[in-house]
């Protein structure tokens, strides 16, 4: 225990030292692009972007380093090639290994009304700090000419048809791709399932599953362990760097509303949901979860941040693995009640600026619309799915498609806090789901 409680502890470290330095220096580079632009040396900052900061896949690209932006990459797709093997063999296996696979109503039950439960509480919170930040006039500002042509949207989409979507048709294209995820818990429940009623008849399939888990474990490990703090540095520096001000200024009170009402959300709705429903001590939960948060934020990756997750949930937590494997695969799918609370202060944020003077019945409205949405539609950026929100509430003027682009353009800042408080409550729905059938070992969550 004192060994992987040191070990956390340096993962911690090293995270925190690798945010707090790229941060740093991505506004030192920041502060020379503008230095250089405004004194005319626009070449000497083209040449420091090209060695450290370009994306080499765009065409202005062919002649860059990039090695920045190459190690970013790396780190992220090496991340993302262990999602569908993790949640494939985890989820299965733990299905598997349930004495009575009837648990598994009971379980997917609680979990998904803890989601929803923290869903409203977030939704409410947030919907009544953006009523507020808008009647203290604050959302009020003068938008830039700009054109509208190239906002991204989304298509109408019925949130039933994630229903079909889940019971993939072709198997081997579902574990081809990251972003079918809710169709691959599904396959890996059927799994699970099916090797828990065939037994001994089974134990091939699932020495395979045990062995593919292993092997993911130790490639995970490695990755954050060893990794992931030069990829932060790396992440960091490059966004802060690569960000004018040009598009901060114009929307700098719906930035920064959005990072303090998610963050406000995390360090109270999730540790008061577990002292209220477990009466477990919080500041324990907050202490060992802050990590994951702060790696959240920095790969801005729910996926990304899933084995991280798991192992401080069942390490440090005292989760019960099958839970976790159950639960967290789940919330990554269907948990993003930090893109509802977002979403609240975006609304809000779009229709004052186009002059629309936005009620209390229509934030209720949007709420509803954005919790069905962000449960129910594939795994898309959750400022792409405002749009779905702006055509519900009617938001559909020239001044208001201004607005939404001005949002997707400074969405990078405010999705630190957004992920973030998606993946906490993840782990607080594990902990209060372990609890609830005693599965929690206490004596390892108050370690």
Known sequence: MNAKRKESM??????????????????????????LTAGGNEGTWTMINRIFFQDITQEKGFYSLGLFYIIQQLF???LQLAIVPLVLSSLSLALC???????????????????????????????????????????????PSTTTSNVATLESYNPLTTVINAVPSNIVEVLGSNNSI??????????????????????????????????VQVYMDFLI?????????????????????????????????????????????????IFLLTGLNPFKFAKKIFKVGMFAAATQSSAATLPLNRKTCIEELGCSRE????????????????????????????ATAAGIDITPTQLITAAFLSICVA??????????????????????????MVAYALVLAISYLPGMAVITLNVVGDAATTVIVSHKENELDKDVYNS
Not at 111 to 128: E, K, M, P, Q
Not at 129 to 136: P, Q, R, T, V
């Open 10 to 35: 340096s993962i911690m470290k090293k995270i925190m030292i690798a945010m707090a330095t790229g941060i740093l220096l991505g506004v030192v580079c920041l502060w020379l692009r503008e230095s």
């Open 182 to 215: 809710l169709a691959v818990v599904v396959v890996a429940v059927i799994l699970g399932l099916t090797m828990n009623a065939l037994g001994d008849k089974a134990a091939t399939i699932k020495n395979l599953m045990q062995n593919l888990n292993d092997i």
């Open 76 to 78: 992220m797709r090496g």
């Open 323 to 350: 839970i976790s494997s159950f639960v967290l695969p789940m919330g990554m799918t269907i948990n993003m009640n930090g893109t509802t609370a977002m979403h609240m202060v975006a609304i809000t944020f779009i």
């Open 225 to 273: 362990n060893k990794i992931s703090p030069i990829a932060i540095f790396c992440m960091l520096a490059r966004t802060f760097a690569t960000y004018g001000t040009e598009y901060i200024r114009p929307t700098l009170t719906f930035m920064l509303a959005t990072i303090f009402i998610s963050l406000a959300l995390v360090v109270t709705i999730y540790p008061i949901g």
């Open 97 to 143: 290994s349930m004495a009575d696979p009837k648990r598994l109503g009971k379980i997917a039950g609680k979990t998904i009304g803890t989601f929803v439960g923290f869903y409203v509480c977030g939704a409410t919170l947030a919907g009544c700090f953006a009523y507020f930040i808008k009647s203290m006039g604050w959302f009020s500002v003068n938008l």
């Open 375 to 400: 449960m129910g539609t594939p795994p898309v950026a959750g400022t792409t799915l405002i749009f779905v929100i702006m055509s519900g509430l009617g938001l559909s003027s020239d001044l208001c």
